[in-house]
C-alpha cells in the first residue's frame, strides 16, 4: 500500500533552517510528482511546492518562494523541503503528498514544526 | 497566483440534509479543481479531482460541479461521518492554492 512517512520536524530557534523529508513505498517513486503542503495549528492547508516526478521542474508559492528548497533523491524514494530563516509563522503541521496527474490522491501524516526561542 | 474562495466559511446542518459548498477561483482554471474533506488530527483525504470527478472508494452522495471560476461540492444528504472541514484546490499551470475551508458542523 501507498505510505508517505514524513520525519524531521521539531522546535527550531527563529532564522535557523531545518530539513524535513518524506519517505515514500507502495508505488513506483520515480513516476509521480510530490508536493508539500501546511497547516498552521487551527488553521487551513496552504501549498507549498511541488517537485517533477525526474526532480527537474520545481514551482513554489510565492510565500515560500527564496526561502524554500524542494528536492528529491529517487534512489532513496524521499523527497525533501529545506527551509530557511525560519519565522514563528512557520509553525505547522507539515505535509507530503503524491501528485496523481493534477491532484493529491496520497498523504503522509505530517510532520510538526514549531518555530520558537 | 490565482485565489480561491469558499463559501461559506462554516455551516450548520442536520444528517439528511443536502449541503452545498462553493468555490471561485480569481481566475479561469478550466476543471483544475480538486475536493478534499479532513477530519480533526487526520491528514486532508480526497473526494472529487477535475471538479467532477468521484475518487474511488468515495461515496456518492458526494459530487462536485463547475468549471471555469465557479464550482460546487455538494452532499445529498449529510451522514454523521460527514461533520469535518472540506477544502477546495485548483492545480491549474504551475502552481496550486487551496480555499480557506468550509467547516460543516452538527446542527
Known amino acids: 500500500q501507498v505510505q508517505l512517512v514524513e520525519s524531521g520536524g521539531g522546535v527550531v530557534q527563529p532564522g535557523r533552517s531545518l530539513r524535513l523529508s518524506c519517505a515514500a513505498s507502495?508505488?513506483?517513486?520515480?513516476?509521480?510528482?510530490l508536493h508539500w503542503v501546511r497547516q498552521a495549528p487551527g488553521k487551513g492547508l496552504e501549498w507549498m511546492a511541488v517537485i517533477s516526478n525526474d526532480g527537474n521542474k520545481k514551482y513554489y508559492a510565492d510565500s515560500v518562494k527564496g526561502r524554500s528548497t524542494i528536492s528529491r533523491d529517487n534512489s532513496k524514494n524521499t523527497v525533501y523541503l529545506e527551509m530557511n530563516s525560519l519565522r514563528a509563522e512557520d509553525t505547522a503541521l507539515y505535509y507530503c503528498?503524491?501528485?496523481?496527474?493534477?491532484?493529491?490522491?496520497?498523504w503522509g501524516q505530517g510532520t510538526l514544526v514549531t518555530v520558537s526561542s | 497566483d490565482i485565489q480561491m474562495t469558499q463559501s461559506p466559511s462554516s455551516l450548520s446542518a442536520s444528517v439528511g440534509d443536502r449541503v452545498t459548498i462553493t468555490c471561485r477561483a480569481s481566475q479561469s482554471i478550466s476543471s483544475y479543481l480538486n475536493w478534499y474533506q479532513q477530519k480533526p488530527g487526520k491528514a486532508p483525504n480526497l473526494l472529487i479531482y477535475?471538479?467532477?470527478s468521484l475518487q474511488s472508494g468515495v461515496p456518492s452522495r458526494f459530487s462536485g460541479s463547475g468549471s471555469g471560476t465557479d464550482f460546487t461540492l455538494t452532499i445529498s444528504s449529510l451522514q454523521p461521518e460527514d461533520f469535518a472541514t472540506y477544502y477546495c484546490q485548483q492545480t491549474y499551470g504551475t502552481s496550486s492554492a487551496f480555499g480557506q475551508g468550509t467547516k460543516v458542523e452538527i446542527k
Open positions: 507502495g508505488f513506483t517513486f520515480s513516476d509521480f510528482a
Open positions: 477535475s471538479a467532477s
Open positions: 503528498a503524491r501528485a496523481y496527474s493534477y491532484d493529491l490522491d496520497y
